[in-house]
């Protein structure tokens, strides 16, 4: 077999996350690590035995022993790194959000058919095996007509003023924070779990913080902050905070739900419900291994994860038997094993592609435009999307 080369772009905390991924992937080398702080690019590589680095990433794309390329860098660099890796003929994996804007995901979503490549958008939450559970509950019929979806993803790592993160400017992560960046994750679940989409929607976004306190020197994403007030200096903020949507999915079923990154006490927090005319389901991301079962005229019952008990089609997507855990980490396994499977054997890809990224932009897309209007927005379906 032979193996696949690939890169990382980035060094942040996603990137060392898929970089321990692509580790744990059969057939795969990280062959090089690209990052514009050469002493964080070394110093990782050093610690994973990764013999190339260079701050140039474009070194990367010139690199003909390189297949694929990882992008792991704040938001506003994705749409030119992923342009150049595909015309350099690169697969490539993309952090989400793919972009940040419609026009720029519609662009790459169009290149990559054109050049033939593979391409994947990491909405790697998809692929908890409890998960893939509710998904082909639903598909099997169990959960009955879907009438309601509804949840919340919940963080408190920007609750104080004087927490900050390159995703608090907008200018390297684009006119969205919470509903970017979290959000996007809750509407990808909603529609992958349930089988329907979103065709319209009403959104509240609140800014808590119009002005943060940033600090003077660079901070690792979710590290605490113990800093004096003098190693910081005051930055207005023009991203939102929390954001609340109401929605519909289609004629009848309906929806509701709350992103925030101000709850105190909520780690990361993503809960899913999913109400079905027969059955419901809800899972909730801290309590990975456990899946909540409900009807109407019976007790309900919480499933813990063991492949032996799972639907078939979803028992691929643990690894390990009942009683061990699979987690955050295993997630990024699992799409990472799918992406490279299909450049090896050119067979389906069975994992969230560009034009899911640029579904996802469409949602954020009708998101803003609601919160500006205070109006309900009808949500497009773009021919490329259909």
């Not at 964080?40 to 990367?60: C, G, M, N, P, Q």
């Not at 993503?270 to 409900?294: C, H, M, T």
């Not at 980490?329 to 640029?358: H, M």
Request: glycine fraction near 6%; proline fraction near 4%.
């Amino acid at each position: 077999m032979k193996t696949i080369k690939t890169a990382i772009l980035g060094t942040g905390f996603m990137g060392r996350v898929h970089l321990e991924a692509v580790r744990r992937v059969e057939g795969v080398e990280c062959l090089a690590i690209a990052a514009r702080n050469a002493e964080a690019a070394h110093r990782l590589a050093a610690a994973f035995s990764i013999s190339k680095v260079t701050t140039d990433y474009r070194e990367v794309l010139r690199d003909s022993a390189v297949d694929a390329v990882h992008i792991c860098t704040p938001n506003a660099q994705h749409h030119a790194m992923a342009k150049e890796a595909i015309l350099a003929g690169k697969h490539v994996l993309c952090e989400k959000p793919l972009t940040t804007t419609v026009a720029e995901a519609e662009e790459l979503v169009a290149l990559a058919r054109q050049k033939g490549v593979r391409n994947c958008v990491c909405h790697n939450l998809r692929y908890y095996p409890m998960v893939q559970q509710m998904r082909r509950m639903r598909e099997t019929g169990d959960l009955g007509e879907i009438l309601l979806v509804q949840g919340t993803y919940s963080q408190d790592w920007l609750l104080y003023d004087t927490d900050w993160n390159w995703r608090v400017d907008a200018s390297a992560a684009g006119a969205s924070r919470c509903m970017a960046d979290i959000g996007s994750h809750f509407f990808d679940m909603a529609e992958h779990v349930s089988g329907l989409r979103l065709s319209s929607l009403c959104a509240d976004l609140q800014t808590f913080h119009p002005e943060r306190n940033k600090p003077r020197h660079s901070v690792e994403t979710f590290a605490n902050k113990l800093l004096a007030r003098e190693d910081y200096e005051p930055i207005p903020v023009e991203t939102e905070d929390f954001g609340a949507v109401v929605f519909h999915m289609g004629p009848r079923a309906r929806g509701a739900m709350t992103a925030s990154q101000v709850s105190a006490g909520r780690k990361n927090r993503f809960s899913i419900e999913v109400y079905g005319a027969k059955a419901s389901v809800a899972w909730d991301q801290e309590r990975p291994d456990e899946l909540w079962s409900g009807r109407r005229d019976e007790g309900n019952q919480i499933f813990i994860k063991d492949p032996a008990l799972l639907k078939p089609e979803a028992r691929t997507y643990a690894d390990l038997p009942g009683g061990h855990s699979e987690g955050y980490d295993d997630t990024f396994k699992q799409v990472f094993r799918r992406f490279y499977r299909s450049i090896r054997t050119q067979g389906a890809a069975e994992y969230p592609q560009f034009v899911d990224g640029l579904r996802q932009m469409t949602i954020l897309d009708a998101v803003l435009d609601s919160n500006r209007t205070r109006a309900w927005i009808d949500v497009p379906a773009p021919a490329n999307q259909a």
